[in-house]
């Protein structure tokens, strides 16, 4: 397979991107703070120093690389949806608060080690990767991103746009399911806000497609390149 970055720049005018020369922000609007994949449809995703975007496709290696779409839930349709779930972004922040109700007989832990901050009474935090996220983010509000916004990946201090930097375009959030209750029960609901039983707000990340290869690694600065039109809609 060709190098992305090869053919990032026909893939990020076609997008509609605004030219590398065009200034952005003069800090980046939050940061990477670590990255994930998985070649198989596990639910969780394996932590690794960094990902390679390929445009049109998705995250090299991961399961979910496709013009198509792969989420096993959807492959049923025909014709093949496209794939509009190519990146998966969760904040760090959301990843923080969230809280595994115990099972009888656990014990809390936090990062593999029994009791601390759990103090013994079976609760559980989840870790980035754990939810299938590609990437986990810090001091970006994902969720409040506008649809066809461009993410923009690189170093923390490059506020000068180069066509070799990854860039995605946001296309909606994800639809919390039945799934994340399994991997850790009471995570449903703190995903979702509901009003008189219907759900009125989904918190589980953002989906993306990329628009122009290159590397997402820890410690990259998130560009927001140009801001998208309309509230962000289930993919």
Same mark, same amino acid.
């Given at each position: 397979?060709?190098?992305?970055?090869?053919?990032?720049?026909?893939?990020?005018?076609?997008?509609?991107?605004?030219?590398?020369?065009?200034?952005?922000?003069?800090?980046?609007?939050?940061?990477?703070?670590?990255?994930?994949?998985?070649?198989?449809?596990?639910?969780?995703?394996?932590?690794?120093?960094?990902?390679?975007?390929?445009? #049109?496709?998705?995250? +090299?290696? %991961?399961?979910?690389? /496709?013009? &198509?779409?792969?989420?096993?839930? !959807?492959?049923? $349709?025909? @014709?093949?949806?496209?794939?509009?779930?190519?990146?998966?972004?969760?904040?760090?922040?959301?990843?923080?608060?969230?809280?595994?109700?115990?099972?009888? #007989?656990?014990?809390? +832990?936090? %990062?593999?080690?029994? /009791?601390? &901050?759990?103090?013994?009474?079976? !609760?559980?935090? $989840?870790? @980035?990767?754990?939810?299938?996220?590609?990437?986990?983010?810090?001091?970006?509000?994902?969720?409040?991103?506008?649809?066809?916004?461009?993410?923009?990946?690189?170093?923390?201090?490059?506020?000068?746009?180069?066509? /070799?930097?990854?860039?995605?375009?946001?296309?909606?959030?994800?639809?919390?399911?039945?799934?994340?209750?399994?991997?850790?029960?009471?995570?449903?609901?703190?995903?979702?806000?509901?009003?008189?039983?219907?759900?009125?707000?989904?918190?589980?990340?953002?989906?993306?497609?990329?628009?122009? /290869?290159?590397?997402?690694?820890?410690?990259?600065?998130?560009?927001?390149?140009?801001?998208?039109?309309?509230?962000?809609?289930?993919?």
């Amino acid at each position: 397979m060709a190098s992305p970055v090869c053919y990032a720049s026909e893939s990020y005018f076609l997008a509609g991107a605004p030219p590398p020369s065009a200034t952005t922000a003069p800090t980046p609007a939050g940061t990477v703070l670590t990255t994930s994949l998985s070649p198989t449809h596990a639910f969780s995703k394996t932590l690794v120093s960094g990902l390679t975007l390929i445009p #049109g496709l998705g995250v +090299e290696g %991961d399961c979910h690389l /496709g013009a &198509e779409v792969q989420h096993l839930s !959807r492959r049923g $349709v025909r @014709p093949l949806p496209e794939n509009l779930r190519q990146v998966h972004l969760i904040s760090s922040e959301f990843l923080g608060g969230l809280v595994v109700k115990p099972k009888e #007989g656990e014990r809390g +832990e936090r %990062d593999g080690k029994e /009791g601390e &901050e759990g103090k013994g009474d079976g !609760r559980k935090w $989840v870790k @980035p990767g754990d939810l299938g996220e590609n990437i986990t983010t810090s001091g970006i509000d994902l969720e409040a991103l506008t649809r066809g916004t461009i993410l923009r990946f690189a170093s923390p201090t490059s506020s000068t746009p180069s066509p /070799g930097d990854a860039r995605i375009r946001i296309t909606g959030l994800r639809n919390p399911c039945h799934q994340i209750e399994k991997f850790g029960k009471g995570l449903l609901a703190q995903c979702t806000v509901r009003e008189k039983g219907v759900v009125v707000e989904r918190k589980a990340g953002i989906m993306g497609v990329v628009v122009a /290869g290159g590397r997402v690694e820890e410690g990259m600065g998130v560009w927001v390149e140009r801001e998208g039109e309309g509230v962000l809609d289930v993919v």
